[in-house]
């Protein structure tokens, strides 16, 4: 016959206490409540020695807490991605949190489908990198009074905590570097998106060609034909097409590793005689020859203050938010990629 789990009142009639006072000592609460460290070490070695353990569904309905949060991102695959869950588990962890990290693939269906279903299992809180469509998904965590912070993205007429980078400016000084080195044809790829990270980039481009007195030349690839491979034929034939480009600006890491593969497939010696960035960082980039300079985010930093914004919501009652939108900066990290030809 299978045993029955341990309970904290079996604990409490072994050691002839108080339920009230167990648990206290196995949530944490000994010295806040005033229990004597004799009394708290007994509790704790004879929780250990039956080897008990807390039914965290009982113990989730009866708090109103799960301590776990969801961390959703586009694909935590992603290098860019899954580093910052990585540095967002940790400082999670120290204050107490468990995280479930998941992949939406920007896709809508999956978002609500993951949304609702951890929403459903009563996780505490929401970190979200949303797909477009899914304004209304939040708007309802907002008002239903559930911690969402958004990252990465934001949707421009809804109030809701978010931390994000300054995309436009990024851009814009990662372009004005290539100009500076005496790059004047510079061509930017990225995907065919309405999202706000990736408006801002463009947006960053193609201020600075402007400004400049040069010609913007973009290439926007729709993300479902990313999806299925396709990216690198994308590219080839952008660049086949304008084969007087003397640089090229890659709005993602992803975008960029895919056209390093271009080059080295098709013609080689583009990756030396053309200028290149990347947006978003990439360990392989540092020793890729020639090594991309490429736009960094700052990961700690975000992953602090997505913490920052998380815990008074956590642990604030019913009521009005007063949210907040934090916008940080990026660094360029300039190497052999985008020196003078």
Same mark, same amino acid.
């Given at each position: 016959?299978?045993?029955?789990?341990?309970? @904290?009142?079996?604990?409490?009639?072994?050691?002839? @206490?108080?339920?009230?006072? /167990?648990?206290?000592?196995?949530?944490?609460?000994?010295?806040? +409540?005033?229990?004597?460290?004799?009394?708290?070490?007994?509790?704790?070695?004879?929780?250990?020695?039956?080897?008990?353990?807390?039914?965290?569904?009982?113990?989730?309905?009866?708090?109103?807490?799960?301590?776990?949060?969801? !961390?959703? /991102?586009?694909?935590?695959?992603?290098?860019?991605?899954?580093?910052?869950?990585?540095?967002?588990?940790?400082?999670?962890?120290? +204050?107490?949190?468990?995280?479930?990290?998941?992949?939406?693939?920007?896709?809508?269906?999956?978002?609500?489908?993951?949304?609702?279903?951890? +929403?459903?299992?009563?996780?505490?809180?929401?970190?979200?990198?949303?797909?477009?469509?899914?304004?209304?998904? @939040?708007?309802?965590?907002?008002?239903?009074?559930?911690?969402?912070?958004?990252?990465?993205?934001? !949707?421009?007429?809804?109030?809701?905590?978010?931390?994000?980078?300054?995309?436009?400016?990024?851009?814009?000084?990662?372009?004005?570097?290539?100009?500076?080195?005496?790059?004047?044809?510079?061509?930017?790829?990225?995907?065919?998106?309405?999202?706000?990270?990736?408006?801002?980039?463009?947006?960053?481009?193609?201020?600075?060609?402007?400004?400049?007195?040069?010609?913007?030349?973009?290439?926007?690839?729709?993300?479902?034909?990313?999806?299925?491979?396709?990216?690198?034929?994308?590219?080839?034939?952008?660049?086949?097409?304008?084969?007087?480009?003397?640089?090229?600006?890659?709005?993602?890491?992803?975008?960029?590793?895919?056209?390093?593969?271009? !080059?080295?497939?098709?013609?080689?010696?583009?990756?030396?005689?053309?200028?290149?960035?990347? !947006?978003?960082?990439?360990?392989?980039?540092?020793?890729?020859?020639?090594?991309?300079?490429?736009?960094?985010?700052?990961?700690?930093?975000?992953?602090?203050?997505?913490?920052?914004?998380?815990?008074?919501?956590?642990?604030?009652?019913?009521?009005?938010?007063?949210?907040?939108?934090?916008?940080?900066?990026?660094?360029?990290?300039?190497?052999?990629?985008?020196?003078?030809?």
């Amino acid at each position: 016959m299978k045993k029955k789990p341990v309970s @904290i009142r079996n604990i409490a009639d072994e050691l002839k @206490i108080s339920v009230t006072t /167990v648990s206290f000592v196995l949530n944490g609460k000994a010295k806040e +409540k005033h229990i004597s460290k004799e009394l708290t070490k007994k509790v704790l070695d004879y929780a250990k020695l039956i080897n008990y353990r807390p039914n965290q569904i009982a113990q989730s309905l009866r708090t109103g807490k799960s301590k776990i949060l969801v !961390f959703m /991102v586009e694909d935590i695959s992603n290098n860019f991605f899954s580093k910052l869950a990585r540095i967002f588990e940790d400082i999670a962890y120290e +204050k107490g949190y468990k995280v479930i990290f998941c992949s939406n693939e920007n896709d809508d269906e999956k978002s609500n489908e993951l949304i609702n279903l951890f +929403k459903y299992r009563q996780v505490d809180g929401f970190i979200i990198v949303p797909s477009p469509g899914i304004k209304d998904t @939040i708007e309802s965590l907002v008002q239903d009074h559930i911690p969402v912070v958004l990252l990465d993205r934001f !949707f421009e007429e809804l109030d809701c905590n978010s931390v994000v980078i300054d995309n436009v400016q990024a851009s814009f000084d990662a372009t004005k570097h290539l100009v500076n080195n005496k790059f004047t044809n510079i061509g930017f790829i990225t995907t065919a998106s309405d999202q706000s990270q990736m408006k801002g980039r463009l947006s960053g481009y193609e201020k600075a060609v402007l400004e400049m007195g040069l010609k913007p030349n973009t290439l926007q690839i729709p993300f479902n034909e990313i999806i299925k491979g396709k990216g690198k034929d994308y590219i080839y034939n952008f660049l086949e097409q304008n084969k007087d480009l003397d640089a090229v600006f890659f709005s993602t890491n992803y975008l960029a590793q895919s056209g390093l593969e271009v !080059f080295k497939e098709h013609n080689p010696k583009l990756v030396k005689e053309l200028g290149i960035i990347a !947006f978003d960082d990439n360990d392989m980039f540092k020793i890729y020859d020639p090594s991309i300079t490429s736009v960094s985010q700052p990961l700690e930093e975000i992953s602090a203050k997505l913490m920052d914004l998380m815990l008074p919501l956590l642990k604030k009652k019913d009521g009005h938010e007063i949210n907040h939108k934090i916008m940080l900066k990026t660094e360029l990290i300039i190497r052999e990629s985008s020196l003078p030809k």
